[in-house]
């Protein structure tokens, strides 16, 4: 008589998260570095329509320079409060990133090793870094160590970081692949800014362009393999899915600030 096949030696496609249960702490913690985030956020309030400049570009026009200047000024300004607005209505995505990230230093601090394990963990830390080295950017430009090197040096810290993730392997194989684009594609972009720097070359190279597609091509990758999660019905905890939810809502900012520059009028 055959014995009966056992699946407790089996390792688990996903790596378990039972004890990342949302709970009313994490909510509380989601609402406190929301707040941070709106308060950041303050510091980019536009200026007063009057206090933009626009002399250069006023040269050789038919109208009174104060009649175009003011129109100029009042459509930058709605530009950039239109942008403004979009970015607190935001909020709530960085909030989730920034609270992901003091739950991983708490987890990391308490030796509770429950996060980040899942794929869509590892996307809340992504998406939290690039957040930080993006409103990091301004304030690099200001210590005047050349008009590239900002943002050289977020596409070298998010190699590091999506490098080590990869690493750490997260399960299963196709996010795994997906980390790996990614990881290739901040890479392609580093390796094209120092070639920029060695060859003083002002025009981006191929590498460039093909890191940039692969970077912005990672939401739809990751949307494809949440797709496969359901499909396959891989259980995941809501960490996972907040984690996916999040990335789409850092792409679907960036979709939403391109449409306001370009059709507020």
């Given at each position: 008589?055959?014995?009966?096949?056992?699946?407790?030696?089996?390792?688990?496609?996903?790596?378990?998260?039972?004890?990342?249960?949302?709970?009313?702490?994490?909510?509380?913690?989601?609402?406190?570095?929301?707040?941070?985030?709106?308060?950041?956020?303050?510091?980019?309030?536009?200026?007063?329509?009057?206090?933009?400049?626009?002399?250069?570009?006023?040269?050789?026009?038919?109208?009174?320079?104060?009649?175009?200047?003011e129109?100029?000024?009042?459509?930058?300004?709605?530009?950039?409060?239109?942008?403004?607005?979009?970015?607190?209505?935001?909020?709530?995505v960085?909030?989730?990133?920034?609270?992901?990230?003091?739950?991983?230093?708490?987890?990391?601090?308490t030796?509770?090793?429950?996060?980040?394990?899942?794929?869509?963990?590892?996307?809340?830390?992504?998406?939290?870094?690039?957040?930080?080295l993006?409103?990091?950017?301004?304030?690099?430009q200001?210590?005047?160590?050349?008009?590239?090197?900002?943002?050289?040096?977020?596409?070298?810290?998010?190699?590091?970081?999506?490098?080590?993730?990869?690493?750490?392997?997260?399960?299963?194989?196709?996010?795994?692949?997906?980390?790996?684009?990614?990881?290739?594609?901040?890479?392609?972009?580093?390796?094209?800014?120092?070639?920029?720097?060695?060859?003083?070359?002002?025009?981006?190279?191929?590498?460039?362009?093909?890191?940039?597609?692969?970077?912005?091509?990672?939401?739809?990758?990751?949307?494809?393999?949440?797709?496969?999660?359901?499909?396959?019905?891989?259980?995941?905890d809501?960490?996972?899915?907040?984690?996916?939810?999040?990335?789409?809502?850092?792409?679907?900012?960036?979709?939403?600030?391109?449409?306001?520059?370009?059709?507020?009028?």
């Amino acid at each position: 008589m055959s014995e009966p096949i056992s699946h407790v030696d089996e390792p688990d496609p996903v790596p378990s998260g039972k004890r990342n249960r949302l709970s009313i702490g994490h909510l509380l913690l989601w609402m406190a570095t929301t707040g941070v985030v709106l308060a950041v956020a303050h510091r980019n309030e536009p200026p007063p329509s009057k206090t933009i400049g626009f002399a250069s570009i006023l040269h050789n026009l038919n109208e009174p320079v104060e009649v175009v200047l003011e129109r100029m000024q009042q459509k930058k300004w709605r530009v950039w409060q239109r942008q403004y607005q979009t970015g607190l209505c935001f909020a709530p995505v960085y909030g989730a990133a920034a609270a992901a990230v003091a739950l991983a230093a708490w987890r990391l601090v308490t030796r509770r090793f429950g996060f980040p394990i899942q794929p869509g963990h590892w996307l809340l830390l992504v998406t939290a870094t690039l957040s930080m080295l993006l409103v990091s950017i301004p304030f690099l430009q200001q210590l005047g160590i050349g008009q590239d090197t900002p943002d050289f040096v977020l596409t070298m810290t998010m190699t590091a970081v999506v490098a080590t993730i990869t690493v750490a392997r997260p399960q299963p194989l196709h996010w795994q692949v997906a980390f790996i684009a990614l990881g290739i594609g901040f890479g392609l972009v580093s390796i094209a800014y120092v070639l920029g720097f060695v060859f003083s070359s002002f025009e981006p190279p191929p590498l460039y362009v093909v890191g940039v597609f692969v970077v912005l091509a990672f939401p739809f990758i990751a949307l494809l393999c949440a797709i496969t999660d359901v499909t396959g019905r891989l259980r995941y905890d809501v960490f996972h899915w907040i984690g996916i939810a999040t990335l789409l809502g850092l792409a679907a900012h960036f979709v939403a600030l391109t449409f306001v520059a370009r059709f507020v009028m």
